[in-house]
């Protein structure tokens, strides 16, 4: 499963309780050089509620470490 699909079916909305989210990935750019370049080097997964659309937006470069990214989703969603 990937790292969407394990955010997206453990995901609990922390506005209505519901369970289960649609991820997107999301890229900005920073300050100074890389805003004036458009440089979008700051990535992050945004989580949506399936019920009421209240959106988290998580760190994907941390998810993404592999020996971390499930251990995170561990912590976050209570294994």
Wanted: glycine share 8%; with cysteine.
């Amino acid at each position: 499963m990937s790292l969407d699909q394990e955010l997206a079916a453990r995901f609990v909305c922390a506005k209505c309780q519901a369970r289960g989210a649609r991820v997107k990935r999301v890229a900005l750019a920073g300050t100074g050089i890389s805003r004036l370049l458009n440089i979008q080097h700051n990535k992050y997964a945004a989580a949506s509620c399936n019920r009421c659309g209240f959106t988290e937006f998580y760190n994907a470069e941390i998810l993404e470490d592999h020996d971390t990214g499930m251990d995170v989703l561990d912590f976050l969603f209570g294994g």
